[in-house]
C-alpha cells in the first residue's frame, strides 16, 4: 500500500502530465478560454530559438492573444508533445517534452520539431503553468505559411472561436 506522500506525488504527476499535455490540445481545438486557465498569474516566455527576440513575462490574456493571431488563420494545427518527463519537488515542478507541430494552410504544410520546457507551479487553483521554453531543432516545409496565416486573420478580423 502506498503512503499519503507516495500517493499525493502519483496524484500530482498525473495532474502536471494532463496540465503540459492540455497545452498542446486545447489550441489545436482552439478552445482558448480553457486554455488561458492553465496558466499562472505571470508566465515566462521562451520561443527565441524560434522567433528571435528575448524572453519575456506575460500575462495569460497576452499570450492567449498572441496565439489565436498566430493560429486561427490555419486550417488546422496539431501540436503533439511525447516522452514527457517530471521533475517534481514540492508545489513546483520542470517539465520536459519533444515537441511536433504541424500547421495546415490551405496545400501547404509547415512541421516544426522541438523541445519544450514547462515551470509549472501548485497554486490555490491547482497545477499551472508558470514558465513555457521551446527549443527549436528541425523543420519541413517553408515558414511563409506562417506569415500568410496571420494575414488571413488581419483579412478576416478577430478570431473568436471558442472564446
Same mark, same amino acid.
Given at each position: ?27 489545436d ?5 480553457a ?13 527565441t ?5 528575448e ?6 490574456k ?10 486561427c #488563420?490555419?486550417?488546422? !494545427?496539431?501540436?503533439?508533445? /511525447?516522452?514527457?518527463?517530471? *521533475?517534481?519537488?514540492?508545489q513546483?515542478? =520542470?517539465? +520536459?517534452?519533444d ?19 514547462? #515551470?509549472?507551479?501548485? !497554486?490555490?487553483?491547482?497545477? /499551472?503553468?508558470?514558465?513555457? *521554453? ?5 523543420e =519541413?516545409? +517553408? ?14 478580423g ?6
Amino acid at each position: 500500500m502506498l503512503t499519503y506522500i507516495e500517493r499525493r506525488e502519483k496524484i500530482d504527476i498525473a495532474l502536471i502530465e494532463t496540465l503540459v499535455e492540455s497545452m498542446g490540445v486545447l489550441p489545436d481545438l482552439r478552445l482558448f478560454t480553457a486554455l488561458e486557465e492553465q496558466l499562472d498569474e505571470e508566465v515566462v516566455v521562451d520561443y527565441t530559438s524560434l522567433m528571435g527576440g528575448e524572453p519575456h513575462s506575460a500575462v495569460p490574456k497576452d499570450i492567449v492573444r498572441r496565439w489565436k493571431e498566430s493560429l486561427c #488563420g490555419f486550417d488546422a !494545427t496539431r501540436h503533439q508533445l /511525447k516522452n514527457i518527463a517530471i *521533475e517534481l519537488k514540492g508545489q513546483t515542478a =520542470k517539465v +520536459t517534452a519533444d515537441a511536433t507541430a504541424t500547421y495546415f494552410l490551405h496545400e501547404h504544410i509547415w512541421e516544426g520539431k522541438g523541445r519544450y520546457a514547462f #515551470g509549472c507551479r501548485f !497554486t490555490a487553483k491547482g497545477w /499551472k503553468v508558470n514558465r513555457l *521554453e521551446f527549443t527549436f531543432e528541425s523543420e =519541413k516545409g +517553408t515558414r511563409d505559411i506562417l506569415e500568410k496565416a496571420r494575414e488571413l486573420v488581419d483579412k478576416k478580423g478577430k478570431c473568436n472561436m471558442h472564446e
